[in-house]
């Protein structure tokens, strides 16, 4: 399906949003380009001729418009602008609606009754269009750029160095290093700090005035800082601890780091804080059922001595990467969507300007897999609900071109 437009005999102009197809000026000859069976049908689109846009604007004003807009241009959150869009690609998603493979109430409705032939002609239609424009002020305000996820982390957690150390690892006993961490677990410690599950003024004061997307950033920006031992003091019988631990490598693994996002790596971690924190499972202040069994059999001496053997071992970076910035991910979708995702190949659809909330539900339809298309199903699959803001936003905001395809003289 995704075969490249190159390989036609068609000639594709870029040009400006503003010039029609030749071909749709009255005196043109209607005589339609006739199509080789089974060669490119899937681009009959693109071979309108004037007659043909001509009956496809009376299929629009007698089944689309009162959703699409006269002009193609919707004014209906969850309806897509259709003005200027590829026509190639409005013409397989109409039959994609047509057959139930898409499946959307209002737009099924809508064509049930339409041949073939009306499909392919309100599809030239609408693509002869020209495309919305974004607005101004709007555009500007997208164009200042957003901090990335791991600078605004960074940003959010300047307040926290005097305790948790430069980057996150403790200079003061007693605090805790934060590196080294999984942002689950990082970001389920900060919740509950902030609803009082975990115990802890100082930490309840700290996090209060910060947003949850805020959490998620500071968990990342931990994550991703090289990891280091706590450099505090560490008195204790380390070769006790190591014996002693055998009874916590199934969970905190062998050497402190952990394989679970749920249970914290104790790798490296400051002394006296991990001390503390048992005592703190063992009298109950910190309430864990899993820790506080485990702790409870553990006399003050074992437990300096299984935080010695911790603190030693060196910390590993958890498994996270660094999420791509929305330029990086734009320069992935604009090698098929186009440069600024106006879209070259006529199967492909164009992305600029579009509307922003109809972007934002058709990735996450991909994601979902409500929209089934295995390559856009990978391309969303991994993106967060902010990169689906960021990328919506990002399209919705780019000046849209229109592309003419033109059948060369004498054919
Ligand atoms: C009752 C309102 C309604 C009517 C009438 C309607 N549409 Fe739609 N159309 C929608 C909605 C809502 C969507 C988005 C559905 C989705 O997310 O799949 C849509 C999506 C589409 C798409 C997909 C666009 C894309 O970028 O993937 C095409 C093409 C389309 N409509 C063409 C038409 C045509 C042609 C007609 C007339 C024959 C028509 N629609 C009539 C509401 C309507
Ligand atoms: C005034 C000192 C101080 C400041 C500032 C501070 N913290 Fe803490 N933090 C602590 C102490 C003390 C603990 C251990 C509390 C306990 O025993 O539960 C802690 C614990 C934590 C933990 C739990 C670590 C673990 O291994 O479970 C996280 C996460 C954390 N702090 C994040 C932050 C963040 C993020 C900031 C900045 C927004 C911050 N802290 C600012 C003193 C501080
Ligand atoms: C059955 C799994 C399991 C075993 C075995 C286990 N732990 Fe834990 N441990 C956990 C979980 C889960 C947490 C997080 C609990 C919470 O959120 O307070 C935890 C938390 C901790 C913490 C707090 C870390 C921090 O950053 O605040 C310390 C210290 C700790 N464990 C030490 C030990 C030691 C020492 C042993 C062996 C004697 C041990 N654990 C055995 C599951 C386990
Ligand atoms: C390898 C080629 C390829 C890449 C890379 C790609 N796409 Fe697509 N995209 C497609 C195809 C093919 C379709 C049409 C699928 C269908 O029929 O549902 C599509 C459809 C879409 C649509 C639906 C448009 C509409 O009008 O309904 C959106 C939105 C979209 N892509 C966004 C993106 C974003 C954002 C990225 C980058 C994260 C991306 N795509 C990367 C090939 C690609």
New binding site residues.
């Given amino acids: 399906m995704m075969r490249s437009a190159q390989t036609f005999f068609l000639m594709v102009f870029m040009l400006l949003a503003g010039i029609t197809i030749p071909g749709c000026s009255p005196g043109d000859a209607p005589e339609s380009p006739k199509v080789k069976p089974g060669e490119s049908d899937e681009l009959r689109a693109t071979q309108a001729t004037a007659v043909d846009v001509a009956e496809g604007k009376r ?2 004003e ?3 418009i ?3 807009g006269a002009n193609g241009i919707s004014t ?1 959150k ?3 602008h ?1 003005a200027g ?1 590829r026509p190639a ?2 013409h397989l ?2 039959r994609a ?1 047509q057959s139930g493979a ?3 109430k ?2 099924d ?3 049930m009754f ?1 041949s073939d032939d ?2 392919f002609k ?2 030239a239609y ?1 693509a002869s269009l020209d495309p919305a424009q974004p607005d101004a002020t709007t555009a500007a305000k997208a164009a200042l750029a957003k901090p990335d996820p791991v600078s605004a982390g960074k940003a959010a957690a300047a307040g926290c160095a005097g305790c948790h150390g430069e980057a996150g690892v403790s200079k003061t006993p007693g605090m805790p290093s934060l590196i080294g961490l999984d942002p689950k677990y990082l970001v389920t410690a900060m919740k509950a700090y902030k609803s009082g599950q975990r115990k802890n003024e100082m930490m309840k004061t700290m996090l209060s005035a910060i947003t949850e997307a805020d959490l998620n950033n500071i968990a990342l920006y931990y994550a991703l800082q090289k990891p280091d031992r706590a450099q505090n003091p560490n008195a204790g019988d380390q070769a006790a601890g190591k014996a002693a631990a055998a009874a916590c490598a199934g969970c905190h693994g062998d050497q402190g780091v952990s394989g679970n996002p749920a249970t914290p790596s104790l790798a490296g971690q400051d002394a006296q804080y991990l001390a503390a924190a048992l005592r703190a499972y063992k009298d109950a202040s910190r309430s864990d059922e899993t820790m506080k069994a485990l702790a409870a059999a553990l006399d003050d001496n074992a437990m300096k001595n299984l935080a010695a053997f911790y603190a030693a071992q060196q910390p590993r970076p958890p498994n996270v990467r660094k999420p791509l910035t929305t330029a990086e991910w734009t320069q992935r979708c604009d090698r098929c969507h186009g440069i600024n995702g106006n879209s070259i190949d006529p199967l492909l ?1 164009a992305l600029a300007a ?1 509307r922003v909330d ?1 972007l934002e ?2 990735l996450h ?1 991909y994601r979902g897999g409500e ?1 089934r298309n295995t390559t856009m199903a990978a391309m969303a699959a991994g993106l967060t609900e902010a990169e689906v803001d960021n990328l919506a936003d990002h399209y919705a905001h780019q000046k849209a071109r229109a592309v003419v395809y033109v059948m060369p003289p004498g054919k």
């Fill in positions: 299929v629009a007698g089944s689309c009162r959703c699409h209906t969850g309806v897509p259709l869009q690609y409005l998603e109409l609606y898409r499946g959307d209002a737009m409705g809508a064509v339409l009306a499909l309100v599809a609408y659809p579009q109809y539900k058709v339809a929209r």
